[in-house]
């Protein structure tokens, strides 16, 4: 068992893990994206409320959303471990540093990135998770995305919110294979492909909603 | 050339350092960059002041002894180079430079310009070797081998361990130099009987010294003067976890 310990302790360890939740957390953006689409269908939220009840009532659904809970709470847990380390490991800064001639502006700016995007999870839960799932409310979920949507303060920040899910998304999708090991001069093209379509696809698909209602609504 | 040098100084290891600006006029285009640091250095004697400490042996780029922050980057601003490959021509007349020692916990400055990078020694004395003697060179046909996976493993071994990867890293993350030690072997079949035990004891030693870790910024890749590829990084990541699962 030692070794399991020994390895979730080490510098790539931890890397590891990381990139292993941060797939894990892509795949649950697009089951999520995709159910959201059916707030576009001009049946006055009803396919969406079938949709949400089932997903706040299944028992399978609430055993994976531990999973989901889990997989959020370890990847943030183990990165805000590795940025402090990674901070530690540099107590005297350069007088001049010029960082911008040898990496992207995206990869320097994970934690930060990362970081919106969870202030975001935790107002985004607080508005629907919360009050639907914990205090209970008169409005149907449908009601209450259109309404919140209807709030350009409210809007604006989910947008905001996720173009810096995309910029996250950017370096993380193809950083997490990296880490994983999965360099290959015939796959690596094709993984950062993916990535650039997916940290653009599935933010703006997500942003398309609060913009959407806030037009027609 | 006139310039206006801003230089850490620093007395010893328990000194705290700050910069000191000189001025530098007569410098040749030609000279190199440690080259200009000597005429500072003479200047300097002459007037009966501390010379800057700076290390050096080679000067022509295979020694990995040089190494400096040079205004904001790693080696200077020239990619695949040492510091002491960099010419005065790659400045213009009348800049300021900037020149500071590698930042990096496990890189404590010893002296002005000088780090201690013995950590990275310990790395290489943890696994970086194959225990058994292997011999003189075997015939070329001896030990079968194809040329792309041999050229990969000289890529590889072309690192120097000058720490520049560290420097430049915004973890001071050692990984590449890690990474480059454990390819060289991990690719050619004098290095397989240790593959396993070797990634384990070199990846415990580099956390044990206090290194950051990789955040794949790819900074390490852009500043090496052996322009070694972030490639190794992952083969490292995949010789660790298997060596783990094991």
Request: with cysteine; proline share 3%; net charge neutral.
């Amino acid at each position: 068992m030692r070794w399991i310990i020994d390895f979730l302790n080490s510098s790539i360890g931890k890397k590891i893990i990381v990139s292993f939740t941060g797939i894990f957390l892509c795949s649950f953006l697009l089951v999520h994206l995709s159910g959201n689409f059916l707030l576009f269908r001009s049946d006055q939220g009803e396919a969406f409320e079938v949709y949400s009840k089932f997903m706040s009532t299944n028992g399978i659904i609430g055993f994976l959303e531990i999973g989901l809970a889990l997989g959020f709470a370890i990847h943030i847990f183990n990165t805000l471990r590795l940025t402090l380390e990674n901070k530690r490991a540099r107590p005297v800064p350069y007088a001049v540093n010029k960082a911008s001639e040898n990496s992207s502006l995206t990869s320097r700016t994970m934690f930060y990135s990362g970081l919106l995007v969870l202030s975001f999870l935790i107002i985004h839960l607080k508005s629907y998770f919360w009050e639907h799932r914990i205090v209970g409310s008169d409005l149907t979920m449908y009601q209450s995305v259109v309404e919140s949507f209807k709030d350009p303060v409210y809007g604006g920040f989910y947008v905001f919110a996720m173009v810096l899910l995309g910029l996250h998304l950017n370096h993380g999708f193809e950083s997490a294979f990296q880490t994983l090991g999965l360099n290959h001069k015939k796959y690596t093209p094709i993984i950062k492909f993916l990535g650039l379509l997916f940290s653009i696809i599935v933010p703006a698909g997500f942003a398309s909603m609060p913009i959407y209602f806030f037009i027609y609504q | 050339m006139k310039l206006t040098l801003k230089v850490w100084r620093q007395k010893d290891a328990k000194s705290k350092g700050d910069f000191k600006t000189y001025e530098l006029s007569d410098v040749s285009p030609d000279m190199s960059f440690l080259e200009m640091i000597d005429i500072l250095n003479e200047k300097l004697i002459d007037s009966k002041e501390d010379p800057i400490a700076f290390d050096h042996d080679c000067r022509e780029g295979i020694c990995g002894s040089c190494g400096l922050y040079v205004n904001g980057r790693a080696h200077g601003l020239k990619r695949g180079i040492t510091v002491c490959q960099l010419h005065m021509r790659s400045f213009n007349d009348g800049e300021t430079v900037w020149i500071e020692p590698w930042r990096a916990k496990p890189f404590p400055v010893l002296k002005d310009l000088i780090v201690d990078r013995s950590p990275l020694d310990r790395i290489m004395q943890a696994g970086g070797f194959i225990s058994a003697r292997t011999g003189s060179a075997p015939d070329a046909h001896a030990v079968l081998i194809d040329h792309d996976t041999a050229e990969l493993a000289m890529d590889a071994a072309a690192c120097i361990g000058c720490g520049a990867c560290v420097a430049a890293c915004k973890n001071a993350s050692a990984m590449l130099f890690v990474s480059a030690k454990v390819s060289q072997f991990a690719l050619l079949p004098q290095g397989h009987p240790e593959r396993e035990s070797r990634v384990l004891a070199m990846v415990a030693q580099m956390d044990k010294e206090g290194f950051g870790s990789c955040t794949n910024t790819g900074a390490c890749e852009a500043e090496c003067p052996k322009s070694i590829s972030i490639t190794n990084i992952a083969r490292l990541n995949r010789e660790y976890l298997k060596a783990v699962i094991k």
